[in-house]
C-alpha cells in the first residue's frame, strides 16, 4: 500500500470550511483515496473516496491532484459534531474478492473551535 | 438499517482467561472483518471472513482467532489473554462489491487485569 502523511492536529472555527491534507506520493495507478474519521469512543465512519476524480457527497468533498500525489478533505460548513481524527488511506478497490485490511496510520485530529 | 453491532460493549477479563466477541454485519453485508485499537498501536487489522472463511490475516499471534457463521455473523476468541490485550476490538462489515467502504460497530473494549 502506498504510505500517507497528515498533519497531526489542526484547528478550524466552527462555521468555516475544514481543508485537511493528505500526501501520498507512491500511489499507483490502481489505488483509491478514502478517507474515514474516528469520533472519540466510537468506531471509524468512512466519508468519501475517490480514484482521480473530485469527488463530493453529503458529508464532504475531495479534492485529488492532477498527478494523484496528494488530496484534500473538505469538510464545507464544521460544525462541532466534527471534531475527530481523520485518516486518508490508500488502497486498491476491495470489491470482488478477498480485501486485505485497511492500514489507518495516526490520523489528523481536527479540533473545531467554537 | 440496523447498523453493525458489537456485543458486548464493554468486558473485564485476567491473564489466562479466554475471551470471545460477537458480531452482526449490516443484513445483506457478507464480509467482516476485525480490527484492534490500542493507544501505542492504533487501528490494526486482523482478519477478514467472507462466506465462512478467512480471506486475509494481519499480523497477531495464533491467540487471536476468528469464524464466520451462514448467517455472516461473526465471532473473534483470545486465547490465554495478556494484558497487552487490552484495547477497543473493532468489527467492520461491507457488501462484497462495497470497494474498501466499511461500516463499523461501536466497539468491544477490552480490558485484561
Known amino acids: 500500500d502506498a504510505k500517507t502523511t497528515q498533519p497531526t492536529s489542526m484547528d478550524c472555527a466552527e462555521g468555516r470550511a475544514a481543508n485537511l491534507p493528505c500526501n501520498h506520493s507512491?500511489?499507483?495507478?490502481?489505488?483509491?483515496v478514502y478517507w474515514y474519521r474516528q469520533i472519540h469512543s466510537q468506531g471509524p465512519q468512512y466519508i468519501i473516496h475517490?480514484?482521480?476524480n473530485n469527488e463530493t457527497n453529503e458529508m464532504a468533498s475531495l479534492i485529488i491532484t492532477e498527478d494523484r500525489k496528494s488530496s484534500t478533505l473538505i469538510l464545507p460548513h464544521a460544525t462541532l459534531r466534527d471534531t475527530a481524527v481523520y485518516y486518508c488511506?490508500?488502497?486498491?478497490?476491495?470489491?470482488?474478492?478477498?480485501?486485505?485490511?485497511?492500514?489507518f496510520g495516526k490520523g489528523t485530529h481536527l479540533i473545531i473551535q467554537p | 438499517k440496523a447498523g453493525v453491532t458489537q456485543t458486548p460493549r464493554y468486558l473485564i477479563k485476567t491473564r489466562g482467561q479466554q475471551v470471545t466477541l460477537s458480531c452482526s454485519p449490516i443484513?445483506?453485508?457478507?464480509?467482516v472483518s476485525w480490527y484492534q485499537q490500542t493507544p501505542g498501536q492504533g487501528l490494526q487489522f486482523l482478519f477478514e471472513?467472507?462466506?465462512?472463511?478467512?480471506?486475509n490475516k494481519g499480523n497477531f499471534p495464533g491467540r487471536f482467532s476468528g469464524r464466520q457463521f451462514s448467517n455472516s455473523r461473526s465471532e473473534m476468541n483470545v486465547s490465554t489473554l495478556e494484558l497487552g490485550d487490552s484495547a477497543l476490538y473493532l468489527c467492520?462489515?461491507?457488501?462484497?462489491?462495497?470497494?474498501?467502504?466499511?461500516?463499523f460497530g461501536a466497539g468491544s473494549r477490552l480490558t485484561v487485569l
Open positions: 467492520a462489515s461491507r457488501a462484497f462489491s462495497g470497494a474498501n467502504v466499511l461500516t
Open positions: 488511506i490508500v488502497r486498491v478497490a476491495g470489491g470482488g474478492g478477498g480485501a486485505d485490511g485497511l492500514t
Open positions: 507512491t500511489i499507483s495507478g490502481n489505488e483509491y
Open positions: 443484513s445483506g453485508h457478507r464480509s
Open positions: 475517490g480514484l482521480k
Open positions: 471472513y467472507f462466506s465462512e472463511t478467512q480471506r
